[in-house]
Every structure is written in C-alpha cells, then in structure tokens.
C-alpha cells in the first residue's frame, strides 16, 4: 500500500489532501468512516463563509468557491453512497499531471458559462455537471 499526497489549488487557495492506495488503485475498498448523512446534510458553505468573515477572515473567491464546491461534493457523493475514500479520491490527481475528476468539473463548467455569469451561475453549472459525473460512479 502507498501513501499519495494530492494538493487541490487554485492560485489564491490550497488544500492538501493525503490518501493510502494500494495494487487496485482508487476502486480500493478503504476503511469505513460512518458519518451521518443528518450531520452532512447540515453543512453550510455559506454560514462557514459568513463566519469565517465574522471572525475577521475574508476569504478570496477562490477559496470560497473551493469551499462550496467541496462541500456540495461531499454532501452529493453522501447522498449517493459513495465512501469517503471516493469521494476524497474525485478530489486528488492519480498523477501530478492527470486532473482530477473534480478538476474536470470545474473546468468543464467555466467552459460552460458566458465571461462575466455570476458566481450563483457557475455554481448551478458545476452542481448539473458534478450529478452527472456522480452518477456514473454511483454504486
């Protein structure tokens, strides 16, 4: 089994991320985490983001955007059954030059809207994105 770190950036915003593989690769059944889907269902970017700023921290719009589009992946990939180890695994590169799943999301939406589309927009376009792509890994 190897240990993987993957980083997810954007130029104002980093989050390091580190995973265990073994010979199969992401498919890898890992250990079961049991988070209730209540707990996850009551995730909020926003109130996180608005308290973040009550506290004095005002986030960049990267890092905001990271935030919300982390937590609408871990609240849909929940919804759907996937493990954490999946859902973390759409999030990291299987190689420093192979973009991670979530990273094809995203591009794929900014490829989607019109220069200038609000930041509501976007979002709605990575969330319609996001469903399709977790389909097709829904168990």
Known sequence: MSRISSHIHSPNCSLRIAH???S????QKSHTLQIPLDYIRSLDAEKDIELLKFH???LPL????????STMLLKKGAERGLTPFI???I???ETL????VMEQI???AQESVLPGTSEAAFLEAVSMIMDRRLDELSP
Not at 62 to 69: S, V
Not at 97 to 100: A, R, Y
């Open 20 to 22: 265990s593989t073994g």
């Open 24 to 27: 199969t690769g992401l498919k």
């Open 56 to 58: 004095g921290w005002n």
């Open 62 to 69: 990267e890092c905001a955007r990271t935030l919300r589009i």
């Open 87 to 89: 859902i973390g695994s």
């Open 91 to 93: 999030m990291c590169r």
């Open 97 to 100: 030059k192979k973009e991670s």
């Open 106 to 108: 995203v591009q794929e």
